[in-house]
């Protein structure tokens, strides 16, 4: 389940690194750099936290699939987008890759028998450290602090495994469901705009 999990994050969120790399005008090195930091950045600051050797470094499949990502989106010449944030390819990407980064984030947490507060915390790590790494390496301000949901329902999600894990053993199905349940949340919480207040909102 932590594998399945992986894999689909890793390719989603290697599209969204590619895209967001392409618009600020990387070299191929760049690029390759932008799309292999968001796709394993997370799995690798979460691994270092719980004190293993990151998931990326020691199996060949994380590795394989951001290179594939990349020659993919270059052959069918898919970096040809101007204002990503708002097409679908790059929405629905990165809604994948954060719900997915979240649910392995969590699994391990609850694997290593981690309290509330550390399910979360590597839940929210997982899903948003790659891209925050990204974003600071290109001068931007971090995509998580400035598109609203997008970290709660990395929180969600931590929240939902941790409960689950507490009342009924977690399978396949309820991870298939809650991976599906928080796409679906991402996407709406965008396409109606809702956001978390901000300061500005107060005056």
């Known amino acids: 389940m932590f594998e399945f999990a992986e894999y689909i994050g890793i ?3 290697a599209i969204s690194g590619f895209l967001v790399a392409s618009r600020n005008y990387l070299d191929y090195l760049g690029i390759f750099i932008a799309s292999f930091l ?4 997370g799995g690798i600051i979460r691994d270092m936290i719980i004190g293993r050797l990151p998931f990326s470094f020691t199996h060949t499949i994380p590795g394989v699939l951001v290179l594939l990502v990349f020659v ?6 898919l970096h040809k987008f101007s204002s990503i944030e708002s097409k679908p390819l790059f929405i629905i990407s990165d809604s994948i890759g954060l719900v997915s980064f979240s649910i392995t984030g969590a699994l391990i947490a609850l694997e290593y028998k981690l309290n509330f507060t550390g399910v979360l915390a590597l839940s929210f790590i997982t899903a948003v450290g790659g891209g925050i790494t990204r974003d600071v390496i290109i001068n931007e301000v971090p995509f998580v602090f400035k598109t609203g949901f997008y970290g709660t ?3 969600l ?7 689950c894990e507490h009342f009924m053993k977690l399978n396949f ?3 298939s469901f809650v991976l599906i349940f928080g796409v679906f949340l991402r996407l709406l919480a965008y396409y109606k705009k ?4 901000t300061l500005k909102d107060r005056y």
């Not at 993919?72 to 010449?77: D, K, N, Q, S, V």
């Not at 999600?157 to 409960?163: E, R």
């Not at 809702?194 to 207040?197: A, R």
């Open 11 to 13: 390719v989603a969120f």
């Open 153 to 155: 329902v990395a929180l």
């Open 72 to 77: 993919a989106m270059l052959f069918f010449r």
């Open 157 to 163: 999600i931590g929240l939902i495994l941790y409960v």
């Open 173 to 175: 199905f309820i991870l």
């Open 194 to 197: 809702w956001n978390i207040p």
């Open 38 to 41: 968001t796709a394993l950045g």
